[in-house]
């Protein structure tokens, strides 16, 4: 097995965030001189792919040609093999490949070392494969009357060409970072074509004040990229501080008191996020400063860039319940997760998108200790939900208490639940567990079989034709009567 030269690592990382802002320089240019209004999709295509693949070839040499192996696969299936079938085998190929690369990489190149690796673009790329597999399917195959209402919005009606499929891969603002995006919401980007309505869960999105005028992403780019540098440098002061290894030091186990080991782990764990904030907050800004990510207006008129972000990083930090926390956090990839998997799969829907999860995430075993995990706290705290939350809804006051108690154990069910995730190892994730005596483990497997929770594994054929699915389609169709008419009138 190699190991990486530290200085290797630091130069592979320096690369990242060179890559990173040059391709926000880029960004801008391709606003402001590649603007639909004055070029052709087909210069934006090309443009945008060779800028990515150039930024990727630079930060990952030859191993960049992995991305272009995954996809050229995977488009040669789709077109070989049908629209009936395809997207079950572009999931298997896709994802096979994927781990392929990170077993290699993990335990032949680099286990243990968090650096730039090719495998970090290659698992957005994947998201986006699988996505246009299923969406192709959604439009190409199923009957209308059969999908839900947010597959009839993502739905592909034809098959993309081969330029089209490339540059919605390997675009040189979602090259290195993400984060993934539908592809209808892509290429609308690329044409130039009208902003749909399709956040209609959210009335502020459809403000009276929507006007036919482009806004400029400016001020948000500028927001964001204050705000991912904040993290990066909140992040290098303070993970030297916390070391998430010493939760599972002999002599911290020892001679710390039990509460004082709760806190740490709080701390230790609470470090380990901002990096995840810079990455992907400057990832969200290099795609708004393109003009990709404008997501209506709020109530009050100003611009949302949200579309795509992957973060609410103060919903996060404040959140009461472990599905709260997790709608926040990498929001496309549980976007990925829920349209692939969740609505998909008619039985054990919970367990089988945590599965999924852990194998697209890698190969180091920390990472299926955490998912596994997740499914366990999942259960207990949806049931404690359901069962709980009711009683503490009476009054502000006993609605406060429920929220600064679900506020806590939500924290530390998350650090408990990660921890494998940066231990990696089995042994060390083991060792931590050891220390807290699988106590919530334990106390979670009593919560989810003692209270009672509605199940959710129905055929997917009844789901599709709930009162709920059906009130929601209404209301979708005359949220789109509504975005049409304000067209009309502007």
Not at 301 to 309: E, K, P, T, V
Not at 334 to 350: D, G, I, N, Q, S
Not at 403 to 421: E, L, S
């Amino acid at each position: 097995m190699s190991m990486q030269h530290p200085s290797v690592k630091v130069l592979e990382k320096v690369n990242f965030v060179a890559c990173q802002l040059c391709a926000l320089i880029s960004a801008f240019w391709f606003r402001l001189f590649l603007h639909p209004s004055k070029t052709s999709p087909i210069i934006r295509h090309v443009v945008a792919t060779l800028l990515g693949l150039y930024f990727a070839m630079f930060c990952f040499g030859w191993y960049a040609l992995h991305f272009l192996v995954q996809s050229g696969l995977t488009y040669g299936i789709m077109i070989l093999t049908g629209v009936e079938h395809m997207h079950k085998y572009c999931l298997v190929v896709a994802l096979t490949y994927l781990s392929l690369c990170q077993i290699t990489r993990v335990y032949v190149f680099d286990y243990g070392m968090y650096t730039a690796d090719f495998t970090g673009p290659m698992m957005v790329i994947t998201q986006k494969i699988t996505s246009l597999a299923f969406e192709i399917h959604d439009g190409m195959a199923r009957k209308e009357e059969h999908l839900t209402a947010g597959q009839k919005i993502l739905a592909i009606r034809r098959m993309p060409s081969l330029l089209e499929y490339f540059s919605y891969n390997c675009n040189f603002m979602g090259i290195l970072a993400g984060p993934t995006c539908s592809y209808n919401d892509y290429i609308g980007f690329i044409e130039g074509a009208p902003r749909r309505c399709r956040d209609y869960k959210d009335e502020r999105k459809s403000s009276s004040k929507l006007r036919h005028s482009e806004p400029s992403p400016n001020m948000e780019v500028v927001r964001k990229v204050t705000t991912s540098f904040f993290c990066l440098l909140v992040f290098l002061s303070v993970c030297k501080v916390f070391p998430v290894e010493r939760n599972i030091d002999d002599n911290f186990i020892a001679n710390t008191p039990f509460y004082a080991q709760v806190v740490y782990l709080y701390l230790s764990m609470l470090t380990t996020r901002p990096k995840y904030y810079f990455v992907w907050t400057l990832a969200d800004a290099i795609n708004n400063a393109a003009g990709f990510g404008f997501n209506g207006y709020d109530s009050d008129g100003s611009a949302r860039w949200d579309l795509i972000s992957n973060l609410r990083i103060l919903k996060i930090e404040f959140a009461t319940s472990f599905k709260v926390f997790l709608d926040n956090w990498n929001i496309q990839t549980a976007h990925w997760l829920k349209r692939v998997c969740y609505e998909r799969c008619p039985y054990h829907p919970t367990a089988a998108t945590f599965i999924l999860s852990a194998m697209w995430h890698g190969a180091y075993p920390g990472y299926y200790l955490t998912f596994l995990t997740g499914i366990v706290i999942t259960l207990a705290a949806r049931a404690v939900r359901h069962n709980v939350r009711p009683y503490f809804l009476h009054s502000s006051v006993h609605k406060l208490v429920y929220d600064v108690i679900t506020w806590a154990a939500t924290q530390i069910a998350i650090c408990y639940t990660v921890i494998p995730f940066v231990l990696l190892s089995v042994g060390p994730s083991m060792k931590f567990y050891s220390s807290w005596y699988f106590s919530l483990h334990i106390g979670c497997i009593l919560v989810a079989f003692v209270l009672p929770v509605k199940r959710r594994n129905l055929p997917l054929k009844d789901q599709q034709k709930s009162p709920v699915q059906e009130s929601f389609q209404r209301h979708l169709e005359a949220t789109d009567r509504t975005c049409s008419q304000k067209a009309k009138t502007t």
